[in-house]
């Protein structure tokens, strides 16, 4: 034992020393578990080759990658006697290193990737582009072990669009970024309150009237300021589902999110109908939370949900469908007759219940579909809001199991109120995760520093917390370049936050490592925050 206890230090002190020695191999975000220097140096030039094995896709977008950066076109070949790199599929390694895990060891004569999936293959092409060391048109790797998995599953940034679309092109780009970083989800933020950004086949008007609104509110929350300046835009299916491929073929999962019952008002202005009040509304230029929420009593709006999310279905291969579910106002259900009849028919003691009872209703719904719902965690019923009085929360409805739980706000004990139900959280915790908020609000640092699980959440429940997402709410952000000095280089550090061990961390040893990251995103002119 006592043999076993000293080589296991001196294992640790090994990996210490190697993840904190300045430049080399361990300048990798997000930190790898486990890191062993070797000796030498691998030198990378055009006449190295690359030997897909069963990892076509990942070679190809490798050696795209290596063009793009370097200007070396280097060959696919099937085998090669030295100077190559080289995808392994191992299915055995699944157990040690799971789904998303690899192994990437680099020696002066070759580089090996092995992996039990094509995704671990894809993260580990993705660690040794970062080591690549350019010294004139000399690109040398130093030679380095190491064995790599995620600490979370779920590792998402999500983009807001309802409020300014952005375009396809701004989505690849930020696609291609998660990917670098090993960021697995990008939650779409498709319909708020200021736009409808996803065409809906039978529901046409949903982006011919509310994917376009006449002007914007701008400076602050309270402001009485407009730009008086016509603001819209939308996917077309045929454009959603090019960026879905693209982002699959970066091991990426597309979760798109449809808000409902509340945000809804861009959907009541193409549909007066869908409100409780039928009257016609406009578009909103204001932001905030708006009264408009779609009349979930009404078997038609509820009809006109599901085939909303028939069509996203059919869009989008993602298991999980977001529904939205936060800052619902309840007073127009309270001041509609239909809508207290139907509580009392229902025995619904409040809006809360009525609300949990509707998302209950799309929970099974997309279950019967093989999809999974979430939400924001009003949905639990939960009082988070001052707008909303204490009786309208009093709730004796269930929260669908198997529902997953996106934590944005409120007491941090709502994650354990909701894990210790059997539900599985996100924990996005606004605080700490909000990219809109400035740098002073959350630093770098305070990003980095961010853990998904709470402190003092029982160990028998870590395992609900699926990971983490960063979010790109954009209510103040109208143009790519404002975007990106609020996400830039927050998002390396969410993402070492959702993929490396706590004791793998190092701020110091990331701030080093983002150099490679400036870089690279002054050579692609994204403006990040300095």
């Known amino acids: 034992m006592s043999k076993l206890r000293s080589t296991l230090a001196g294992a640790f002190l090994l990996l210490l020393s190697a993840r904190t020695t300045p430049g080399h191999a361990i300048n990798i975000i997000p930190q790898p578990s486990e890191v062993k220097m070797l000796t030498g ?7 190295t080759a690359i030997i897909p094995g069963k990892s076509a896709g990942e070679a190809n977008l490798l050696a795209q990658a ?10 696919l070949k099937p085998s090669a006697k030295n100077n190559y790199i080289r995808l392994s599929l191992n299915p055995a390694l699944k157990k040690e290193l799971g789904e998303e895990g690899y192994q990437l060891q680099v020696t002066p004569d070759h580089v090996d990737i092995t992996a039990a999936t094509n995704t671990g293959i894809f993260y580990g092409t993705q660690s040794l582009r970062q080591l690549i060391t350019t010294n004139g048109n000399v690109y040398t790797i130093n030679a380095v072990a ?13 983009l807001d669009e309802g409020r300014y679309f952005k375009g396809g092109e701004t989505v690849k780009r930020l696609l291609d970024e998660m990917a670098l970083l090993k960021m697995n989800v990008f939650h779409w933020h498709l319909t708020d309150d200021q736009g409808w950004r996803i065409e809906i086949k039978k529901y046409p008007l949903l982006t011919q009237v509310g994917g376009k609104r006449d002007s914007t509110q701008i400076g602050t929350w309270n402001s009485k300021i407009f730009d008086g300046k016509i603001h819209e835009g939308y996917y077309t299916q045929e454009q959603i589902k090019e960026i879905i491929k693209y982002a699959a073929d970066r091991h ?21 109908w869908l409100g409780t009040t039928h009257q016609a509304i406009k578009v909103p230029t204001t932001f905030g939370v708006h009264y408009d929420v779609f009349n979930v009593s009404d078997p038609k709006v509820i009809a006109f949900l599901q085939d909303v999310l028939e069509e996203v279905i059919a869009l989008f291969p993602s298991k999980v469908i977001h529904i ?3 800052e619902v106002r309840y007073d127009q259900w309270k001041a509609d007759p239909g809508v207290n009849a139907y509580m009392k028919a229902h025995h619904l003691s409040s809006p809360a219940d009525l609300q949990i009872a509707f998302t209950n209703s799309i929970s099974n719904y997309l279950a019967g579909k093989n999809r999974r719902m979430t939400g924001w965690n009003e949905i639990m019923g939960s009082k988070l809001h001052e707008y909303t009085d204490n009786k309208d929360n009093t709730v004796t409805e269930k929260l669908a199991s198997g529902t997953i739980v996106q934590f944005w706000k409120g007491e941090l004990n709502l994650i354990n109120d909701a894990v210790s139900k059997g539900y599985d959280v996100v924990n996005s915790y606004h605080a700490l995760t909000y990219l809109d908020y400035s740098y002073q609000d959350i630093s770098l640092e305070k990003a980095y520093n961010f853990d998904p699980i709470p402190a003092g959440l029982d160990p028998k429940y870590h395992a609900q917390i699926l990971g983490t997402g960063c979010q790109m709410w954009g209510e103040w952000i109208p ?8 996400v830039f280089p927050r998002l390396a550090a969410y993402a070492e936050d959702g993929w490396s061990q706590v004791a793998s961390k190092n701020f110091t040893q990331f701030q080093q490592a983002l150099q490679y990251f400036y870089t690279r995103w002054d050579k692609e002119a994204i403006r990040y925050n300095k």
């Not at 140096?41 to 006449?47: D, K, N, Q, Y």
């Not at 290596?66 to 060959?75: F, K």
């Not at 999962?253 to 193409?270: F, K, Q």
């Open 252 to 272: 990426i999962t597309v979760v798109p999110e449809i808000e409902m019952p509340g945000h809804s008002s861009a959907a009541i202005a193409a549909y007066p």
């Open 41 to 47: 140096t691998f030198t990378l030039s055009g006449a």
């Open 146 to 158: 190491i064995k790599d998995k995620p600490r979370f599953g779920w590792r998402a940034f999500m």
């Open 324 to 326: 939205g579910g936060d």
């Open 66 to 75: 290596l063009q793009e950066s370097y200007s070396m076109v280097l060959p």
């Open 479 to 486: 143009d790519v370049k404002s975007m990106n000095r609020q």
